[in-house]
């Protein structure tokens, strides 16, 4: 009796152990793929024109969604955001974006900015591979793609940047170890003089106003920019930022208010200087509580 | 006897306890130099195997030669200054390896062992030393095999779920090893002075 039950263990733990066919077939018409990398598990969905990049579980974790007919729609406000970094560092000439996701943000740069220099940064490769595969993304010549953990791309690199935009995720947040004091420091070396960080975050927790207080730890400027239709903000930080919320209208009216789609002016009007925060804790790499703070909302 | 089989208990709790913990702490000692990656997941854990079994084979080898917990305890001592020091030591040998090593996961597997094999050896000691002390006893010992590895295991169960639901979230990380360096040291002491290899003479 206990020969049979054990073979039959055996037998059940060899079936589980035969190969799945890879869950990419369509489970209703909306999810094109769905699949795991060695990061996350990912999804993607079509709503109409509209197809995302989801990572995890939950469907409200949107990475990336873009419109089919026209690439270039900031469909998240926090991307619009973003570009208002080029009110702040308007000549910039060389940008590092970390996060690739559905490659929105490349798509804009290739569409609109073609003269600056755009190098992405994306730790997963498989995301790489989607994004080429469902989201049309494509490293044109003037842009490039390293496939690496975006703190350990800085490390390495001997380059500068006039802009560094920090748009990591994973199917919790921002990676822990991109949020430290260490790491802003270890970005700021990588800018040129008058260069900014652009940090894309939620607003509605604890640990955005730990961030806030880390950038101000390392950064004599800092701007954020309040999401108004969503629970997103931008960080801008620099040492000496060509422009001040004041005078940003002035200059998205030099860019013509607009980047492609995306209403700079609208943008503009977000800005405001970061708020002093006495109790806020600065992240370090020693100390980083981002769980937890991250939990506790306002 | 009673105070012998207390000692037994208090190490193998706290090793357990703080070798499940100081597993939890080595992700955020990594993951900066290494990536927030399952690749140092898998550092971590397979480091933390290699230096399981080396203690193992090492603790029942001694425990055979010498049973006595003295010896154990001297060990334990150097365990304990060693968790004491990672702190001051891990940053540079963790920059020293990622400036050699591109690849993270060899980066991470060679700056684990580096960092955690000493400690992380001679924690893995303690069960079978016990267990071999228990052996050496020419009378029937209370203590089974079974139960000093359920003992350790409840540890660790306890170390594991208190660091990760708690301490990260209160103490810096410095902190908590140093923290767990000086427990550590306080038990391997604590053990020396009640002389239980005496008591198990009687």
């Given amino acids: 009796m206990k020969a049979g039950k054990a073979i039959g263990f055996i037998f059940l733990a060899c079936l589980y152990l035969l190969p799945v066919p890879p869950a990419q077939a369509a489970a209703d018409d909306q999810t094109l793929y769905e699949g795991d990398s060695i990061y996350h598990h990912i999804t993607i969905r079509q709503d109409g024109g509209e197809r995302c990049m989801i990572f995890g579980r939950q469907r409200d974790l949107r ?164 999401g108004q239709e969503s629970g997103s903000c931008i960080i801008v930080a620099s040492d000496r930022p060509a422009c001040e919320p004041a005078g940003l209208r002035k200059q998205a009216e030099k860019w013509g208010g607009k980047i492609g789609r995306i209403d700079l002016i609208a943008e503009a009007g977000k800005c405001k200087v970061a708020p002093a925060l006495k109790n806020a804790l600065v992240l370090t790499d020693n100390f980083n509580p981002a769980n937890l703070l991250l939990m506790q909302k306002k | 006897m009673r105070i012998v089989y207390a000692v037994f208990i208090l190490l193998l709790v706290t090793f357990g306890a703080v070798v499940m913990s100081l597993e939890i702490l080595s992700s955020n000692l990594m993951s900066p130099y290494f990536g927030g990656s399952i690749y140092i997941w898998g550092s971590i854990i397979s480091s933390f195997m290699v230096h399981f079994s080396v203690g193992y084979v090492a603790g029942g080898y001694l425990s055979r030669r010498s049973p006595r917990i003295a010896v154990l305890a001297a060990f334990l001592v150097v365990c304990s200054l060693w968790v004491i020091l990672i702190p001051a030591f891990y940053k540079p040998v963790c920059e020293l390896v990622s400036d050699r090593i591109a690849d993270v996961r060899l980066g991470s597997l060679v700056a684990m062992n580096l960092i955690f094999f000493v400690p992380v050896s001679i924690m893995a000691m303690v069960s079978p030393y016990i267990i071999g002390i228990t052996a050496a006893w020419r009378r029937q010992s209370g203590l089974t095999a079974g139960m000093v590895l359920f003992i350790s295991t409840v540890g660790s169960f306890f170390g594991t779920n208190i660091t990760a639901f708690y301490l990260i979230s209160l103490f810096p990380v410095s902190r908590i090893v140093v923290g767990l360096g000086l427990i550590c040291l306080c038990v391997s002491l604590f053990t020396f002075a009640l002389r239980a290899d005496r008591r198990m003479k009687r």
């Fill in chain 1, 63 to 226: 990475q990336t969604c873009i419109d089919l007919a026209k690439p270039d729609t900031a469909i998240f406000e926090y991307s619009a955001m973003m570009f208002a970094g080029f009110l702040f560092r308007p000549d910039a000439k060389k940008v590092c974006l970390i996060g690739l996701g559905g490659g929105y943000i490349p798509t804009v740069f290739r569409m609109h900015l073609p003269q600056v220099h755009l190098q992405t940064v994306e730790v997963d490769p498989h995301v790489e591979k989607l994004a080429k595969q469902y989201f049309s993304f494509a490293v044109p010549p003037g842009q490039t793609l390293a496939i690496d953990d975006g703190r350990q791309f800085l490390k390495k690199s001997r380059e500068r940047y006039d802009q560094i935009w920090l748009d990591a995720f994973n199917s919790d947040y921002i990676p822990a170890h991109m949020t430290t004091k260490e790491f802003l420091q270890l970005a700021k070396s990588r800018l040129n003089e008058g260069g900014i960080v652009i940090q894309n975050l939620f607003c509605g927790n604890n640990l955005y106003d730990a961030q806030i207080a880390t950038f101000q730890s390392v950064f004599a400027k800092v701007f954020v920019l309040d």
